[in-house]
């Protein structure tokens, strides 16, 4: 049965209703059909029961949404992160994008309706804390969580929207106009136009995380010794590579940092972003 064709009512007596029913529920509409398609009339016919049977055991749409964003987050596993700060804040960063990607309609649900789910929150506090022990005030460190959560959320949106267009049948107009292009005006976007799909399809968001994340963090000429939690491994300071700056790089200075990789050959540095990949 097609994933946008409501399920037919059940004849008989409605079954039961719980929060974990409609928790799910809500659940399968969100991952098949997107944001715009769950309401409470979908989410009842749905479960073959009255919209007006829901709001026993949900206040409204808000508070749906919010139960089952947590839903989800109680179901990530914590993993233990690096004890050095520039190296979790790398990977807590990987890993919000990496759930969030498995998970594209939470991020419409973040986006759209301003809401949030607190069980997630350990990540937001673990970037935060990295930022800190970095070097970073608190306010600095909310700057640097800011950006990074603005390059996750719309590098997914723009990947979401990508893969729904593909989808359908023809040839997207961005590639269209870009394989018209000529050496004569555009010499540069020649040389790659007969792939610019495929170069816009890699997933580079791991080197790109790695790269705006040395241009969000201080200068500075080694790691001080580093706290050990209950999620973090006790590891020896470190040195950073030397950089000529004193202060927070310009933004001109971060957009280069993001498109030209700072470290060695790419196979180098695939491995110097995730401690679990070295040997």
Not at 199 to 228: C, F, W, Y
């Amino acid at each position: 049965m097609p994933a946008n064709v409501p399920r037919s009512r059940r004849v008989g007596r409605p079954p039961r209703l719980s929060l974990e029913a409609i928790v799910d529920a809500a659940t399968r509409i969100l991952q098949d059909e997107g944001l715009e398609r769950l309401s409470m009339r979908r989410l009842a016919n749905e479960l073959g029961s009255a919209p007006m049977a829901l709001y026993h055991h949900i206040r409204d749409k808000d508070e749906l949404l919010v139960q089952v964003m947590e839903s989800q987050a109680r179901d990530i596993s914590r993993p233990a992160l690096p004890a050095d700060p520039r190296e979790r804040l790398i990977a807590a960063s990987v890993l919000l994008y990496d759930l969030l990607a498995e998970r594209p309609w939470i991020v419409e649900v973040l986006t759209s309706d301003n809401l949030i789910g607190p069980s997630a929150l350990w990540i937001v506090e673990e970037m935060l804390d990295a930022a800190i022990d970095y070097g970073h005030s608190a306010d600095e460190a909310h700057h640097v969580y800011r950006t990074i959560w603005y390059y996750i959320v719309g590098n997914l949106i723009i990947r979401v929207a990508n893969s729904r267009r593909r989808a359908h049948p023809g040839t997207a107009h961005q590639d269209e106009v870009i394989a018209q292009l000529t050496a004569d005006t555009h010499p540069r976007l020649a040389t790659i136009a007969d792939r610019w799909a495929e170069l816009n399809a890699r997933e580079t968001h791991q080197r790109a995380l790695a790269a705006m994340i040395d241009g969000l963090l201080p200068a500075r000429s080694s790691v001080k010794p580093q706290r050990t939690g209950v999620h973090t491994a006790p590891m020896a300071a470190t040195k950073r590579p030397d950089r000529q700056d004193t202060v927070d790089p310009s933004q001109l200075e971060l957009f280069i940092s993001l498109c030209i990789p700072p470290y060695g050959s790419p196979a180098e540095f695939s491995v110097s972003w995730y401690p679990a990949l070295r040997t």
